[in-house]
T-cell receptor
Framework: DAKTTQPPSMDCAEGRAANLPCNHSTISGNEYVYWYRQIHSQGPQYIIH???NNETNEMASLIITEDRKSSTLILPHATLRDTAVYYC??????????????FGEGTQLTVNP | GAVVSQHPSWVICKSGTSVKIECRSLDFQATTMFWYRQFPKQSLMLMAT?????????EQGVEKDKFLINHASLTLSTLTVTSAHPEDSSFYIC?????????????FGPGTRLTVL
């Protein structure tokens, strides 16, 4: 499994962009980068995923470096409800039956008013 | 996204009793379900992977005789914690996988908080 490294915590002011970094220097060519978040005492919530190209959806943007060794999740206008632990995960493919998602320690993002 | 439910959302039991937790995919068929455990202030740890109609595959260090997993249908998996003890108190989360749709195939349940007295 490709290991990911994230800062343990980050703070962000409400209304500002939150940029969450992730290092995955041992990622292999067919592995995707996934981002999930977990609000306290809830199940993880999918945010976004990508392989090579930058991706954007209604929740966030994902920027993947050209060498794919790191990525950044961007929440363009953070709100208090975005306070959560954010997990960067590299997908480990299982043939025909889905992927094991191995969660690291994640980044605790605190959005301050 | 698709919806995964868990029941109960929380349970308190006495030491030595068994507790069953249900995980249901409400609007899709899940060929594979995963069970995770999360202790306070820690990350999610994968316990086992179950495919419909076959035996679950347990992660190293997880006792299969203590954590019984049944995946009898494409929409239901159950985790039974047998002879529960206080150290089994944790947040148990399931996720369900479907082969249809985009690469975002895994959907997580809301979790079940187990407290063993």
């Amino acid at each position: 499994d490709a290991k990911t490294t994230q800062p343990p915590s980050m703070d962000c002011a409400e209304g500002r962009a939150a940029n969450l970094p992730c290092n995955h220097s041992t990622i292999s060519g067919n592995e995707y980068v996934y981002w999930y978040r977990q609000i306290h005492s809830q199940g993880p919530q999918y945010i976004i995923h990508g392989l090579k190209n930058n991706e954007t959806n209604e929740m966030a943007s994902l920027i993947i470096t050209e060498d794919r060794k790191s990525s950044t999740l961007i929440l363009p206008h953070a709100t208090l409800r975005d306070t959560a632990v954010y997990y960067c995960i590299v997908r480990v493919p299982l043939r025909g039956s889905g992927s094991r998602l191995t969660f690291g320690e994640g980044t605790q993002l605190t959005v301050n008013p | 996204g698709a919806v995964v439910s868990q029941h109960p959302s929380w349970v308190i039991c006495k030491s030595g009793t068994s507790v069953k937790i249900e995980c249901r995919s409400l609007d899709f068929q899940a060929t594979t379900m995963f069970w995770y455990r999360q202790f306070p202030k820690q990350s999610l740890m994968l316990m086992a992977t179950s495919n419909e109609g076959s035996k679950a595959t347990y992660e190293q260090g997880v006792e299969k005789d203590k954590f019984l997993i049944n995946h009898a249908s494409l929409t239901l998996s159950t985790l039974t914690v047998t002879s529960a003890h206080p150290e089994d108190s944790s947040f148990y989360i399931c996720s369900a996988y479907t082969s249809g749709g985009t690469n975002n195939e895994q959907f997580f349940g809301p979790g079940t908080r187990l407290t063993v007295l």
